[in-house]
Every structure is written in structure tokens, then in C-alpha cells.
């Protein structure tokens, strides 16, 4: 591949190097949050800024671990994870925001995906249609202990993602709106817990990769009880994802050391 930093040492988009990340990262989309995540490390420094690349580095239980945002979608996601794993990283968990789809899912509640609907086009550039993506056990298994230990509202199973945030929200507005609004209610249908869009890419990347991933989403709201006239709050509060996420971490760090 042709080195389009021109010898500068660092991974094109995300401007980070070998030494700077550790093998466990966590993901989030946006930006602003990474400072705030890597506060909840010991002796964070900042490593870079680049595009949507915002990248933390500290330790936990004398580890290192690492905080970058990807930011929207499934085509940036899969460029963070490919330059992290380069570096050196092999576990990852994204934390972000859904909206429920499920009536017993309500904003505010906590949604970990052990797999997720492939409804976006970056997942199919490395995988055929028929593989899955699905976190992997022992991330899953982390992140449950974490969200029993944070006290949080949880769920379980499988999440939707997809390329378009409106068409979710607009989708009669569109040209294919037939289409959308045919497979939304089939995903319901079979179950799917929220809609985001980043979570397919990261599982079937890191299932090519070698890597271990799972993710957690809050859920912000949910559409399907709004349009039923029941109750919708709306939660902006990350603090049982972040619990639950640094919770997840360390256990993955005990696991590894009792190998």
C-alpha cells in the first residue's frame, strides 16, 4: 500500500503510531466525548487530532487503554479500527447512542449488542451478505458484568444499523421510502432491540482483524413509543454506558492476565 503520509511515521487518517494506543480501545462517535472518557483512566495524556479522530491514551489497572471517536458511520468506524489494529490494538467496544425499537425499550435503558443487522454498505466491502456480525462472547459476557455492577437498565440481542439517520426517522420522505419502511417493521418484527450505525461494521471488521469487539449503546429515545402515544423520554446521560464500558475493560484486563 502507498505510504500517503509520505514517511511521517503515523497512520494516514488517524494520525497515531505504534506505542501511542493500547490493545484495548474504546470507540465513540463523536469527538467531545474522548476527553471526558479518558478522565475515568490513570495519567491520560492526549495522543492526536485528525478529521474525526479524536484518540486518549491511559491505563487501567496498569494497562494501557486507549479512547478514539470514529465518527458517524460505518465507512469511518472500519478506518479507525484498520489503523488501531496496525498500531497494535485487539479489543475494542464502541459506546454510543440507539433508538429503541422495542416497546420494553426505553430511553434511558442500556442496549449491548451480541450481533447486529447489516443495514449499512461499509460491512459488505469486507464480508458477503451472509456472514454475520456478531460481538464477540467474552466481550459480551464484560460488558454485561459491567452494566449488573453500574446498576443499569440493560438489554440484550440484536441491533439494527444503517447508513441514513433520516432515513430512519423521514423514511416516507424518500424515493425508496417503500423499501425502508418494509424492512423497519421486519426488524422489529424479528426482534431487533435499537437502531445506530456503527456496531456491524466494527464486528465484522474485527472478526476479519483477529479482534475481540462488542458494543453498548444508550438509548436516547424510541420512535415506536412515541408513534403508540406512550411514554418517550428522552435521556442525553452517558454515565451507565461509561460505567458500564470501564467495568467491561477491567475484567477483560483480569481475564487476560490469568491466561
Known sequence: MVDYTEGAGYQYHTHVKKGDVGRYVILTGDPGRCETISRLFDNPRFVAYNREYNTYTGTIDGEMV???SHGIGGASTAIAVEELAKCGADTFIRMGTSGGMQDDVIGGDIVIANGA???EGT???YAPIEYPAVASFDVVNALV???KEAGAKYHVGVVQCKDSFFGQHEPE???VGPELLYKWDAWIKCGALCSEMES?????VGNYLRCRTGAVMLVVANQERAKKGLSNPQVHEMDDVYRTTIGA????I???KAL
Do not use: H
Open 173 to 175: 420522505t424518500k424515493p
Open 254 to 256: 483480569a481475564m487476560d
Open 145 to 147: 458484568e459491567g452494566a
Open 123 to 125: 460491512s459488505k466491502e
Open 117 to 119: 443487522i447489516r443495514a
Open 66 to 68: 486507549t479512547v478514539m
Open 249 to 252: 475493560i477491567k475484567r477483560l
Open 200 to 204: 456491524s461494521t466494527l464486528f465484522i
